[in-house]
């Protein structure tokens, strides 16, 4: 079985020896009185990933500060990537991946005798959920209605006002180009390509479906292929 690593649309120079995914639970415990013990459920906690990562110095395409630019970038400019991690057999044909939106908590950086000039460095990933606000608009009409109320000499007018609240939700805009084609370069994937036109890396599958006669493998493009890269509304 062969496994691929992408983190900030980058194909990892090697792929980790292990993987740990931690899956928080969030539920509570309570004692009712003559029932004994009940357990409260609730909504799962943010799932944590525990990724070990090596950089080579000599036998990478790139050097390790280029990864660990990569990696302070994405930390103080408190921003999220996309963790994948794919599984495919030995002839090519995908089985499933991991798939999912993070942020990088924090991460130690190793540099050991025992390997030489190259540079390890373990990375704790976090879930990150989207969330947003809801925003009421309140528009006032006031409605004059006129009553003639004869009393000796006296008109007495009434007013009513009629308040109308309309809510809308706040969605993140896109910006995602007409359908349009792209020539695959060098350093390419089908992630950075699908981050760099839909906005999102995830939707790389978009892109996948849409040519299905030239990509047979979406871990696999090859310099001078032709995309066409689907319109997203």
Do not use: H
């Amino acid at each position: 079985m062969s496994y691929k690593c992408y983190l900030f649309g980058q194909l990892m120079p090697e792929t980790p020896s292990k993987l740990t995914v931690k899956i928080k639970g969030k539920n509570k415990t309570l004692e009712l009185l003559n029932e004994g013990e009940i357990n409260f459920l609730r909504t799962p906690g943010l799932t944590e990933i525990t990724l070990p990562l090596t950089f080579p110095m000599l036998t990478g395409s790139r050097r390790p500060e280029y990864y660990l630019n990569l990696l302070e970038k994405t930390k103080t400019g408190r921003s999220t990537t996309q963790f994948i991690m794919t599984r495919t057999t030995p002839n090519g044909r995908l089985l499933f991946d991991t798939n999912i939106k993070v942020s990088v908590e924090d991460y130690t950086i190793t540099e050991s005798a025992t390997n030489g000039l190259d540079v390890s460095v373990e990375v704790n990933l976090k879930q990150y959920r989207d969330y947003g606000t809801k925003t009421i608009k309140v528009e006032t009409e006031a409605k004059k209605t006129t009553a003639a109320v004869t009393q000796q000499t006296q008109t007495q007018k009434q007013t009513t006002t009629t308040k109308t609240a309309t809510v809308t939700k706040e969605r993140a805009t896109t910006t995602a180009p007409k359908a349009t084609t792209y020539t695959v370069k060098k350093g390419d994937t089908l992630w950075g390509v699908a981050k760099k036109f839909l906005g999102n890396g995830a939707k790389y599958n978009l892109i996948f479906n849409a040519n299905k006669d030239k990509i047979k493998n979406p871990n696999l493009i090859y310099v001078g292929q032709t995309f066409t890269i689907p319109q997203v509304k």
